[in-house]
């Protein structure tokens, strides 16, 4: 007999003595009835002992269910009880209940609940024994409702809602059951109010943006993820126009467009939220058109202030959206030094002026620019070269009585225009023509 021999016949009989040793393992360990698996149970060692589910021990940052830790494991597993595999309850939401009641309760009070909790399917999400994700889920949330939840159009967005990023969908979503639509812990402002606290503060002031009261913040916005900033559901530019059309099509007719609204920026002058101004404007009127129209803070300065300007109401006249008229005016208005007399043409003037004041030749009542009973504005306007408003006032502020102005444009140049004031009347020199006087009392004789 050689070597090789000898080798081939050591071969056989080690693999003839693992055969055997494997037949008896299968043997030992096989459980088909409950009194086996009772036998099982009752061993000498632990469910968790060095030879048998060795896997269930602590490992370093796992969270352990409370029986496997406490090796309490005929919690959940009962042979004679439950014949079946693993010993367990076929039901797992009725075997889960036993220690979670209170939880069991409150999915029972609840109008919308979650699929594997209706299908008593507890172990869909949560692993019986142990997990590295805190409530011993089987993956992340993300990973865990995606698996299900076909959403992948829902994180494809330039622009993600940071709980979908960090894959905490239970902020929003409670995973068992709740009374509102899509299991939300809340409804409308009230869910997004518990990470936004500003809106808390917000929703007491005065004016609040409709879609928030009825809607919520997604009728603007999309709560997991889009290609816009603040995940707006269209362009900013495009967000107000979807439910103001009207306000679209307004500011398109007109010839004179205010930047903001031709651009589309509305949230330049109102809040997309709330506000303690009328028309959800972001400051008072008058503060919030000298925050582009610097130059104009030195009417706040000045004397004597037109009624709108004193006011803070520079809507009073100019339409914040666009106009037909030069400078956004809400009515027309004379901007050239001459014109001849039209009602029309100063029909923003009479929203507020009565049209006597440039009419009637005579009178001790309409206006104290008169030389007797002459009424010296009539004498001003009605004429084929007549004088417009804007020759001898400043339509907003001057530091002179009567809002005259300082100087006037004339051309390319600008004439100065001194003013003097008396009791019963003043004088003046404009730069057009020599000092002339005026006296309610005693009349000024005047000579061509």
Same mark, same amino acid.
């Given at each position: 007999?050689?070597?090789?021999?000898?080798?081939?016949?050591?071969?056989?009989?080690?693999?003839?003595?693992?055969?055997?040793?494997?037949?008896?393992?299968?043997?030992?360990?096989?459980?088909?009835?409950?009194?086996?698996?009772?036998?099982?149970?009752?061993?000498?060692?632990?469910?968790?002992?060095?030879?048998?589910?060795?896997?269930?021990?602590?490992?370093?940052?796992?969270?352990?269910?409370?029986?496997?830790?406490?090796?309490?494991c005929?919690?959940?597993?009962?042979?004679?009880?439950?014949?079946?595999?693993?010993?367990?309850?076929?039901?797992?939401?009725?075997?889960?209940?036993?220690?979670?009641?209170?939880?069991?309760?409150?999915?029972?009070?609840?109008? +919308?609940? #979650?699929? @594997?909790? *209706?299908?008593?399917? &507890?172990?869909?999400c $949560? /692993? %019986? =024994?142990? !997990?590295?994700?805190?409530?011993?889920?089987?993956?992340?949330?993300?990973?865990?409702?995606?698996?299900?939840?076909?959403?992948?159009?829902?994180?494809?967005?330039? +622009?993600? #809602?940071? @709980?979908? *990023?960090d894959?905490? &969908?239970?902020?929003? $979503? /409670? %995973? =068992?059951? !709740?009374?509102?639509?899509?299991?939300?812990?809340?409804?409308?402002?009230?869910?997004?109010?518990?990470?936004?606290?500003?809106?808390?503060?917000?929703?007491?002031?005065?004016?609040?943006?409709?879609?928030i009261?009825?809607?919520?913040?997604?009728?603007?916005?999309?709560?997991? !993820?889009?290609?816009?900033?603040?995940?707006?559901?269209v362009?900013?530019?495009?967000?107000?126009?979807?439910?103001?059309?009207?306000?679209?099509?307004?500011?398109?007719?007109?010839?004179?467009?205010?930047?903001?609204?031709?651009?589309?920026?509305?949230?330049?002058?109102?809040?997309?939220?709330?506000?303690?101004?009328?028309?959800?404007?972001?400051?008072?009127?008058?503060?919030?058109?000298?925050?582009?129209?610097?130059?104009?803070?030195?009417?706040?300065?000045?004397?004597?202030?037109?009624?709108?300007?004193?006011?803070?109401?520079?809507?009073?006249?100019?339409?914040?959206?666009?106009?037909?008229?030069?400078?956004?005016?809400?009515?027309?208005?004379?901007?050239?030094?001459?014109?001849?007399?039209?009602?029309?043409?100063?029909?923003?003037?009479?929203?507020?002026?009565?049209?006597?004041?440039?009419?009637?030749?005579?009178t001790?009542?309409?206006?104290?620019?008169?030389?007797?009973?002459?009424?010296?504005?009539?004498?001003?306007?009605?004429?084929?070269?007549?004088?417009?408003?804007?020759a001898?006032?400043?339509?907003?502020?001057?530091?002179?009585?009567?809002?005259?102005?300082?100087?006037?444009?004339f051309?390319k140049?600008?004439?100065r225009?001194?003013y003097?004031?008396?009791?019963?009347?003043?004088?003046?020199?404009?730069?057009?023509?020599?000092?002339?006087?005026?006296?309610r009392?005693?009349?000024?004789?005047?000579?061509?």
């Amino acid at each position: 007999m050689n070597n090789s021999d000898v080798s081939g016949s050591a071969v056989k009989k080690i693999w003839l003595l693992l055969l055997i040793f494997f037949i008896v393992s299968a043997q030992a360990y096989s459980i088909s009835t409950p009194e086996e698996f009772l036998a099982h149970t009752k061993g000498a060692s632990s469910c968790t002992s060095q030879t048998c589910h060795q896997e269930l021990t602590k490992k370093a940052g796992t969270f352990l269910h409370s029986p496997v830790a406490s090796e309490q494991c005929s919690t959940c597993h009962d042979a004679k009880k439950y014949p079946d595999k693993y010993g367990v309850e076929q039901n797992q939401r009725a075997m889960c209940a036993r220690c979670h009641n209170s939880l069991e309760h409150e999915i029972l009070k609840r109008t +919308f609940v #979650h699929g @594997p909790i *209706k299908n008593d399917l &507890c172990t869909s999400c $949560h /692993d %019986p =024994h142990q !997990s590295v994700w805190p409530f011993f889920l089987k993956k992340s949330y993300t990973e865990l409702c995606t698996s299900c939840h076909k959403v992948e159009r829902l994180y494809t967005g330039e +622009f993600m #809602h940071k @709980p979908v *990023k960090d894959g905490s &969908c239970g902020l929003c $979503h /409670d %995973p =068992h059951a !709740s009374d509102f639509k899509y299991r939300l812990l809340d409804v409308g402002v009230n869910l997004c109010a518990a990470c936004h606290q500003d809106l808390v503060a917000g929703m007491s002031q005065e004016y609040i943006h409709e879609p928030i009261i009825k809607s919520g913040c997604s009728a603007c916005h999309n709560p997991h !993820s889009g290609n816009n900033k603040f995940r707006l559901n269209v362009s900013a530019k495009k967000a107000c126009f979807t439910c103001h059309e009207e306000k679209k099509n307004e500011v398109n007719q007109y010839k004179y467009k205010h930047k903001p609204a031709a651009e589309g920026n509305c949230t330049a002058c109102h809040s997309p939220h709330f506000s303690d101004n009328p028309n959800l404007l972001i400051d008072r009127t008058d503060a919030l058109c000298y925050k582009c129209h610097e130059e104009n803070n030195v009417w706040e300065k000045r004397k004597f202030q037109h009624g709108p300007v004193a006011q803070g109401n520079c809507t009073a006249c100019h339409n914040p959206h666009g106009s037909d008229n030069a400078y956004i005016l809400r009515l027309p208005f004379p901007h050239s030094f001459y014109t001849e007399y039209d009602k029309k043409k100063y029909s923003l003037c009479f929203l507020c002026h009565k049209e006597s004041l440039v009419t009637v030749e005579e009178t001790e009542t309409i206006t104290n620019f008169r030389n007797g009973k002459t009424n010296l504005h009539r004498l001003h306007v009605q004429q084929k070269k007549g004088r417009t408003c804007r020759a001898c006032h400043d339509v907003h502020a001057s530091n002179q009585e009567g809002r005259i102005r300082d100087e006037f444009p004339f051309g390319k140049v600008s004439i100065r225009l001194e003013y003097n004031q008396t009791e019963t009347g003043g004088s003046c020199v404009p730069g057009c023509h020599i000092q002339r006087s005026y006296d309610r009392v005693n009349s000024v004789s005047y000579t061509r």
